[in-house]
């Protein structure tokens, strides 16, 4: 009997604990963060000059008893928008140094010829821009200040929780300084950039909040304030900040070169599914596949179409999200050791990287070759026809060797279900070229001997590369 009371106090005292350690973690007002870190936040007011309005206009039908009413309206109205006038912009930022550098986005300031600062303690300065980024959509812009400016620094996004506290600082809607608190909701989070790493916050970020701050506790910016979901243009609770782990690289560029200066490995690449993994011999699906290999650090080091990209750097390689970041994160000119996975077996190669920002654009240059013979087949549900030069101009195929050209796709088929069509260029099966259907049809029967249950092809549409698995199994 005494046992029991003994547990039933135990019990009691610990969960007595839990919500008081709950508690504990919860800080008891946010006062003291704002008064830290507050006079560090900026309002920017941005201003440029736009042409009038152009492009069609509302009409109503001739002989309406209004036409007459409508037409002087709008002879008034066009005659004051055709000239240019100026616009301006709302948005937010932070100091990161006594001197007077600012961080914002760069949608914020954008295309403006005057930007203005705003401090809290209520005075202004003008700002010019030091540099841009609209890969990661950040900009680094400088006053000049008479005393030294409260700053306020970067923390490491990466040990961010979800769960964990943050509170964004801003100018949401042009309403000046404002607070809001919530917590990290995700992380890594990628909207459309190659280059995006986003927390994910339910802390109120409207519009205004663009470019001002997401700190955690100890008053450290772990993210740039840049995106919101919502199908109303207000806060639903689902904002986006550029994790730090990217912004901090990415501001030590613009403030050293006013640019910036990425890696650039020179591939193509798609990520690995499952199916193209076994049609690989992959153990997972895992790496970056590439597509196409133009001139550049990769093939002079040797790399190939089919390679898989297992690690770079030391770094294993998950997805191609993974292999951009990292090597746009590289210093440009450093050689580094690459782990790729070929014809069932992984070997390490040495590349020079290039930057990014100088070879974007560049694009192969293969001499073509005389037209094949005409001789088509159906292949995998897939009608097939050798591409011709003709065909080459109008598929954009231009840099192709062989190939097949891709007349039509039974709806039933497996190739329908990955989404081939019509127009889709076939270069590769089993990761060897083909220019005959019949070449296509020994790659299959050479797969289907050796007991794989998929086939890889690499196919090109409007010119661009990429792989798909299909089942052998009903084919």
Not at 9 to 24: E, G, R, Y
Not at 436 to 448: L, N
Request: proline share 6%.
């Amino acid at each position: 009997m005494m046992a029991m009371i003994l547990a039933m106090a135990i019990l009691a005292v610990m969960a007595s604990i839990a919500p008081a350690n709950a508690q504990a973690n919860r800080p008891a007002t946010f006062a003291d963060l704002v008064d830290q870190v507050g006079d560090a936040v900026v309002n920017i007011t941005t201003s440029s000059v736009v042409a009038g309005r152009t492009g069609p206009q509302p009409m109503v039908p001739e002989g309406s008893p209004l036409e007459d009413f409508f037409n002087d309206f709008m002879d008034r109205n066009n005659r004051s928008d055709e000239a240019p006038r100026r616009s301006q912009a709302l948005g937010s930022g932070f100091v990161i140094s006594e001197d007077g550098y600012i961080v914002t986005n760069n949608h914020v300031i954008e295309g403006a010829d005057e930007i203005l600062i705003e401090f809290r303690g209520g005075f202004e300065l003008p700002a010019e821009v030091i540099g841009t980024d609209p890969n990661t959509d950040i900009a680094v812009l400088k006053v000049e200040p008479d005393e030294p400016l409260l700053f306020v620094p970067f923390g490491d996004s990466d040990v961010m929780r979800v769960g964990d506290w943050v509170m964004a600082m801003g100018n949401p809607l042009g309403q000046g300084f404002s607070v809001s608190v919530g917590i990290v909701s995700a992380r890594e989070r990628a909207l459309s950039g190659s280059y995006d790493d986003f927390i994910q916050t339910d802390a109120a970020i409207n519009r205004g909040n663009s470019g001002g701050p997401l700190f955690n506790l100890d008053g450290e910016v772990i993210g740039v304030n840049t995106a919101i979901l919502s199908p109303n243009g207000g806060s639903i609770g689902i904002g986006f900040a550029m994790s730090s782990a990217v912004v901090t690289r990415v501001v030590d560029q613009l403030q050293e070169f006013g640019e910036t200066r990425r890696g650039w490995l020179g591939v193509r690449i798609q990520d690995v599914s499952p199916d193209i993994a076994e049609g690989l011999g992959l153990d997972e699906p895992r790496g970056a596949l590439v597509t196409d290999v133009p001139d550049g650090p990769a093939m002079e080091a040797g790399v190939e179409v089919g390679d898989v990209i297992l690690a770079f750097d030391g770094v294993d390689v998950q997805d191609t999200r993974e292999l951009v970041r990292n090597v746009g994160n590289a210093p440009v000119g450093e050689t580094v050791r690459m782990l790729v996975f070929r014809d069932g077996s992984t070997q390490t190669l040495r590349v020079t990287l290039g930057r990014r920002e100088t070879a974007e654009g560049a694009s192969p240059t293969i001499p073509g070759q005389p037209p094949a013979t005409p001789s088509g087949g159906d292949v995998l549900g897939m009608s097939l026809m050798p591409l011709t030069d003709e065909r080459r101009e109008e598929l954009n195929a231009q840099n192709v060797q062989g190939g097949l050209v891709i007349e039509s796709v039974e709806p039933e088929s497996d190739a329908a279900t990955k989404g081939l069509m019509p127009g889709d260029v076939i270069t590769e099966v089993g990761q060897q070229p083909v220019s005959e259907v019949s070449d296509f049809e020994t790659r299959v029967s050479e797969a289907e001997d050796a007991g794989q249950k998929s086939i890889l092809l690499l196919i090109r549409r409007d010119g661009n590369p990429r792989f798909v698995a299909l089942s052998l199994e009903d084919g």
